[in-house]
């Protein structure tokens, strides 16, 4: 059974953050691109345009002194623009560390990520790991 376009479209993505390539991620994503993360940390909010994701990304790598990693364990479109994917997020920032199920669901058009909603187990956990904003 062949796969999805939009499967291997966030395949692809997930693959990409994996290694840290954003500038694969970058191609994945359109200009307007918008990523919403849950909580109250310093890497929350409403994210706008792709260079904003991207750097909202780099922050994560940085924070997590490159020990972020994620695994995922399902992708699932429905054939109309969306998709859901699901995985586990492990990372160790100072002397805590993190392993937390999430989710993202994405908006594809015209072949591009055009809009990432992000859900994760344990939002308070996400916050007290992540940090307050500085």
């Known amino acids: 059974m062949a796969m999805h376009p939009d499967a291997a479209l966030v ?3 997930y693959e990409a953050f994996g290694k840290g390539d954003l500038a694969t991620l970058a191609e994945l994503m359109t200009a307007d691109c918008t990523h919403h993360s849950p909580g109250e940390s310093q890497v929350s909010g409403h994210f706008k345009g792709r260079e904003n994701i ?3 990304f780099q922050q994560l790598f940085d924070l997590s002194h490159g020990t972020m990693r ?3 364990d399902g992708v699932y479109p429905d054939g109309r623009g969306h998709v859901i994917s699901t ?3 492990f990372a160790e920032r100072g002397d805590r560390g993190i392993e937390m199920r999430g ?7 015209g072949g591009k990520i055009s ?8 939002i308070d956990e996400s916050d007290a790991f992540w940090g307050q904003p500085e």
């Open 11 to 13: 395949r692809q993505g």
């Open 54 to 56: 991207l750097a909202m």
């Open 70 to 72: 994620v695994e995922l």
């Open 87 to 89: 995985h586990k997020t």
């Open 103 to 109: 989710g993202l669901f994405f908006t594809i058009i």
């Open 115 to 122: 809009d990432v909603d992000e859900c994760v187990e344990d």
